[in-house]
T-cell receptor
Framework: IAGITQAPTSQILAAGRRMTLRCTQD?????MYWYRQDLGLGLRLIHY???????GKGEVPDGYSVSRANTDDFPLTLASAVPSQTSVYFC????????????FGSGTRLTVV | GQNIDQPTEMTATEGAIVQINCTYQ??????LFWYQQHAGEAPTFLSY??LDGLEEKGRFSSFLSRSKGYSYLLLKELQMKDSASYLC??????????WGAGTKLIIKP
């Protein structure tokens, strides 16, 4: 693993089903983030975690939950998927220091039908 | 509300120079980032400005004016591989990143 790994790469999901998007980093970064990216819109923050054991809500948290049991893993769960959750999901992390840019995973393309 | 504005799309010629503008209105300011995102890929970090002025990194430069709520990304000696979306993001008073929708840059031979 180098950087951030997301799984799955893509998924077609029936509405009403539960789904967990996985995110793992090996950089020992404290801060981690989940974004969704939709055509014509900027990246929108779903949930974040400043350090292991803590999480916070972003701009669009409804319908999503996260956990941060350790530094490396930050899974995102859709409890009951709806078509409006069709999007590309990016996990990101940030190292120490204000100037450190975010490192992004390769994304999960989710289609809810 | 918080707002980041960038042009939706720009076209430029290989070998030329292009400037991508970004204006912002946010609750506080703790730095501005530029990212590059190729189609179907993740965003990658290009530059960070926190003080006014120009930051240069090879063919890419980024400028910031905090009093005007304005930044630009300057790309010189354009190459075909520079065809991508360029995302502007501002870190607000809560140290959260607010993202623009991105500027799709099309490079023509």
């Amino acid at each position: 693993i180098a950087g951030i790994t997301q799984a799955p790469t893509s998924q077609i999901l029936a509405a009403g089903r539960r789904m967990t998007l996985r995110c793992t980093q090996d950089m020992r970064h404290n801060a981690m983030y989940w974004y969704r990216q939709d055509l014509g819109l900027g990246l929108r923050l779903i949930h974040y975690s400043n350090t292991a054991g803590t999480t916070g809500k972003g701009e669009v948290p409804d319908g999503y939950s996260v956990s941060r049991a350790n530094t490396d893993d930050f899974p995102l769960t859709l409890a009951s998927a709806v078509p409006s959750q069709t999007s590309v999901y990016f996990c990101a992390s940030r190292g120490q220091g204000d100037g450190n840019g975010y490192t992004f995973g390769s994304g999960t393309r989710l289609t809810v039908v | 509300g918080q707002n980041i504005d960038q042009p939706t799309e720009m076209t430029a010629t290989e070998g030329a120079i292009v400037q991508i503008n970004c204006t912002y209105q946010t609750s506080g300011f703790n730095g501005l980032f530029w990212y590059q995102q190729h189609a179907g890929e993740a965003p990658t970090f290009l530059s960070y400005n926190v003080l006014d002025g120009l930051e240069e990194k090879g063919r890419f430069s980024s400028f910031l004016s905090r009093s005007k709520g304005y930044s630009y990304l300057l790309l010189k000696e354009l190459q075909m591989k520079d065809s991508a979306s360029y995302l502007c993001a501002v870190k607000d008073s809560n140290y959260q990143l607010i993202w623009g929708a991105g500027t799709k840059l099309i490079i023509k031979p």
